[in-house]
């Protein structure tokens, strides 16, 4: 059995890692920080592509991702289909729903499901990811699969290659640093985690900067959000907290002020478009960074496709 070693431990690293074991690789999994001090332990995380590219590619991702999640259903692991209001309007790309499989149910909202303020929407039963549940669960089947894990920062591409003779970069936003890439931004979103309502998913990113959505999870809601490009700053903004809210409530889906439980911020890693390639300097490293706000609606994709690309290219026995 052949090594590979996989660079960073969020959703892209870790789906990537179990893949690989899939296809008969040993391997090797190092980050910085474990699953659960990741962006990726932070967010919803529903399956919806938003800010990617490119487009095309992303939803083949996202198409695959989805039949994957149907294969993930395993009591406890934060795994489920919900339906999930989708506002578009004539400049939204929605590309996506046709390449959503039948189970998907997709339909237009009612106008009882319109969120006040949207012109149209798509109501579509969707993958559900809870991060706190669903990383430890990919963890621990990586781990029992025979992979090993290691805390150690990179600081260089060149250092980068010389952990392995294949190594597959999946370090999100930390790559801007180890690669020296331009073209990798934060997009800075905050989001609140609130007390459990009964108000049914939805999201609105049909205007730039006045993003609006709400996930309800098994046990609590997360009120989202904002989208601002290039901006680095992790403090919570109380003005954010309360543009959230008011977005929230210019929906008309829920009246009352929601407790909040806490306040979070995280930086998409987002990227002209996603680099998932071999390096062209060090040929046997493979980029796969750079998902912006779908890391979890494109993961499964991404490592299917890697896993098979790799394989062609150097045989794991
Ligand atoms: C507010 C918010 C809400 C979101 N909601 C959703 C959602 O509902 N659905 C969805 O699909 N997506 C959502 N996203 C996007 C999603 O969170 C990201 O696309 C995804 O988490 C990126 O995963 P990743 O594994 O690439 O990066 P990360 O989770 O950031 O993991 C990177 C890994 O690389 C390691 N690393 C970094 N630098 C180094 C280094 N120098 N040396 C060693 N290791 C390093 C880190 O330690 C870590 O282990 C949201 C994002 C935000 C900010």
Redesign the pocket.
Known sequence: MRQITV????????TSAIVLQEKNWKVRL??????E????????????P???QPVEEASRWGNKSYQRYSKELFPGNGVSFIPFTIAYNASSNTLWTQKLPKGALLRDATDQELPIGAEAAYVATVPLAEPHLYLPHLFERFIANGGTFEQ????SLKQLSELDALIVN??????K??CMDHELVP?????LRTEWLNVQSCVNSTQNGALS?I?RRSTDC?I???DYLNDWNMNIESNDTNLILSRFHATGLFHKRPEILEE??????NRSQVRFTFDSQYPHVFH????????????WGCALELAEIISKDYSPE
């Open positions: 660079v960073g431990c969020g959703i892209i690293g870790l190092l980050a910085r920080e474990r699953f001090n990741t962006l990726s332990d932070k967010v919803g995380a529903i399956w919806f938003f800010a990617i150690i920062e990179i600081s999946c370090t999100g936003l930390g790559a640093f180890i997009m800075r979103g905050q989001i959505y996930i997360i989202g959000g904002t979070v911020v995280g930086l998409r890693p796969n960074y750079g998902h912006g706000g779908s890391g979890f609606t494109v993961a």
